[in-house]
């Protein structure tokens, strides 16, 4: 979800006065992450060309790259073109941008870099003559992902003298699946490269999802052997898609792919799986951030209002990152509150939300911010709640029409899985690991690679023999996770504005604020007229306890009533109910909606699909059919 911008000023008039009642813009609070870097704060740290720059000495970097050939005379006869230092710099600031995007620092090494000793001593020209060839390589074989970048081609644009630092970029980049990864035709056929040893070490992966499945091809390209172990008879972990059907005779060909699991790439700048979508030519759908935001009885809400309790918040968060700041600063990160006392504080301090709708849309904002953290306010460290955003990806959020399983069986194919294989215990010493599963299996390698979800490990539904490290232990024990739900509804045809991605609802009752707080149009990209509701914070626990039926009743009563100028259709398929953790999801028991135990988070049950009929009950006037199904979604 994106988050509201906090340095973004209110929409323009022209907005305002557009024909729709409200179109607020509803973005993420601006952070300095990967991929969002302004212009302005990338240090090259290289003299800017001057007439006198021959009386002082060039930087390294100037003298990476071979200068370009010189423009035609007609060209010149246009203007001036720039001069080869001035490209120069402009090259190494694109490039640079593309490296942060990938997850680089933009003028230090990363921890991985410093371990391997990619230079021989920290700082000096070498270390920013290091990272501009580290960031030309990055930035090449982004440019054309589909294609296998070898050494020879990235050492033809660096002048002689450099070329040790192009094989030691080379090297790390490679083996580290910054460049020539992916499933491009030309990445996969590549031969495997030399084993670190002989004979090839084998690696058992416990756990099918993307990162089980992304360590297990990454491994294999490095020589290795592996065998990755599977609980559930299906790839993917937390990200499942599913074909929902029309159960009506009226409409039997309505149909939709829905994503139970993660549904959203949050960011494209540097992100892998935007690599992927590239290379296996899937389209992008970019989540327009124009977000109607509608009152409990369906008007919309005032734009002068949204506008200022937008600018509001944006303002109290803000203030709340300068005390933390200040806090950090005088006593340390030691002292520490909850991020929802310290809005509440500043909130009453400030006198904001002093009418009933403001109130509502102040609420609204908060939460989308439990939403964006799956976690209660209350949960939420003030000093630390939003120490990942150095990791976030700019860019546009984006669905993949079709669903993310498509990455999933791209991913999979080719790769040996042990499906319905349960870990169970993990034996590990100087001689190797013995991963034993559920079915009595026992599975002998050099090492093993744990993927399973956080949920799992807390839970302690696997044994480790002899214990996992305190550190480890302790790390786990303090890291937390909250609920997100889902309600997936299949209608006959989309009588909703199916142009907008995303609209609002607002509630008058503080405590259920992230009930049904915010719908998206899955319309465009699943195929069918589909609607996925979010329920997030107190809601989403209250969610827990409440029989599905009643969770579609007054789904449905907020979308008809949101939308009482259309008429909404006589029958609905409310294929699914997904209660989903941040990182998690939990044992599932579907009853035609797809729920998770709050109290029995990340247990493992069979991997088999049992469907009956079991009821047709009549819903605020539509008709839905309630299904028993058994799956496994940890």
Not at 305 to 334: F, H, P, S, W
Not at 447 to 472: D, H, N, R, Y
């Amino acid at each position: 979800m994106e988050e509201p911008d906090s340095t973004s000023p209110p929409s323009s008039p022209a907005a305002a006065a557009s024909p729709s009642p409200t179109l607020p813009r509803r973005k993420r609070r601006k952070k300095q992450f990967p991929g969002m870097i302004p212009l302005s704060r990338v240090r090259i740290l290289r003299n800017p060309p001057s007439s006198s720059s021959s009386e002082r000495p060039q930087p390294q970097q100037a003298l990476l790259y071979d200068p370009p050939p010189p423009r035609s005379a007609a060209i010149r006869r246009r203007g001036r073109p720039p001069s080869s230092a001035l490209r120069l710099s402009r090259d190494l600031d694109v490039e640079a941008l593309i490296a942060a995007a990938a997850g680089f620092p933009i003028d230090s090494l990363t921890e991985e870099e410093i371990h391997d000793a990619v230079i021989p001593s920290l700082g000096g020209t070498a270390q920013v003559s290091y990272i501009a060839v580290r960031n030309h390589i990055v930035s090449r074989w982004r440019s054309d992902p589909s294609l296998w970048l070898t050494e020879s081609q990235a050492l033809e644009s660096i002048r002689a003298e450099h070329h040790g630092l192009v094989v030691v970029a080379y090297s790390f980049l490679l083996r580290h699946g910054y460049i020539n990864f992916g499933l491009a035709p030309a990445i996969l056929s590549a031969p495997p490269r030399q084993p670190p040893s002989l004979p090839a070490p084998a690696v058992i992966i416990i756990g099918a999802g993307l990162a089980g499945l992304s360590a297990a091809r990454h491994l294999l390209s490095l020589g290795f052997k592996v065998a990755v172990l599977e609980g559930r008879c299906r790839p993917g972990g937390r990200v499942y898609t599913k074909r929902m059907h029309s159960s009506s005779a009226e409409f039997p060909n309505v149909t939709a792919a829905v994503d139970l699991g993660g549904s959203v790439l949050t960011g494209i700048n540097g992100n892998p799986l935007a690599v992927l979508a590239r290379q296996l030519g899937l389209p992008l759908h970019k989540v327009r951030d124009i977000c109607p935001l509608y009152l409990p009885d369906g008007r919309p809400v005032d734009s002068d209002i949204d506008d200022r309790m937008e600018a509001t918040y944006n303002q109290i968060l803000e203030k709340v990152c300068q005390l933390r700041q200040t806090v950090c600063d005088e006593l340390g990160a030691a002292v520490d509150a909850s991020l929802g006392t310290a809005l509440e504080v500043f909130g009453k301090a400030h006198e904001i939300a002093t009418s009933g709708e403001e109130r509502m849309l102040f609420d609204w904002h908060l939460a989308n911010l439990e939403y964006a953290n799956a976690a209660l306010l209350s949960d939420l460290s003030m000093v630390f709640w939003d120490q990942d955003d150095p990791y976030e990806m700019g860019g546009d959020h984006c669905f993949i029409p079709g669903g993310n399983g498509r990455f999933v069986h791209a991913l999979a194919e080719n790769i040996p899985i042990f499906y319905g294989r349960t870990v169970t215990s993990v034996n590990y010493g100087c001689d190797g690991v013995l991963v034993y599963s559920n079915t009595g299996q026992a599975f002998r390698g050099d090492m093993a690679l744990c993927t399973v979800p956080l949920g799992v490990l807390k839970k302690g539904s696997i044994q480790f023999k002899p214990e996992l490290p305190v550190k480890k232990q302790e790390a786990i024990k303090r890291l937390g996770f909250g609920l997100l739900n889902k309600v997936a509804l299949l209608f006959p045809y989309t009588f909703w504005d199916s142009s907008r991605d995303t609209f609002g609802h607002l509630t008058e009752n503080s405590n259920q604020r992230g009930e049904f707080f915010l719908f998206y149009s899955y319309t465009s990209v699943a195929g069918g007229p589909l609607l996925i509701a979010l329920v997030a914070g107190e809601s989403a626990i209250e969610f827990e306890k409440t029989p599905p039926k009643d969770c579609v009743e007054k789904c449905l009563e907020v979308h008809c009533l949101l939308h009482w100028q259309q008429q909404c259709p006589p029958n609905v398929w409310a294929e699914r109910i997904i209660v989903m953790s941040f990182f998690n999801f939990g044992r599932l028991a579907l009853l035609h909606f797809m729920r998770l135990g709050l109290l029995e988070l990340c247990e493992y049950i069979e991997c088999k699909s049992e469907v009956s009929l079991c009821c047709v009950t009549q819903c605020v006037g539509r008709l839905y059919y309630v299904i028993s199904e058994k799956e496994s979604l940890i």
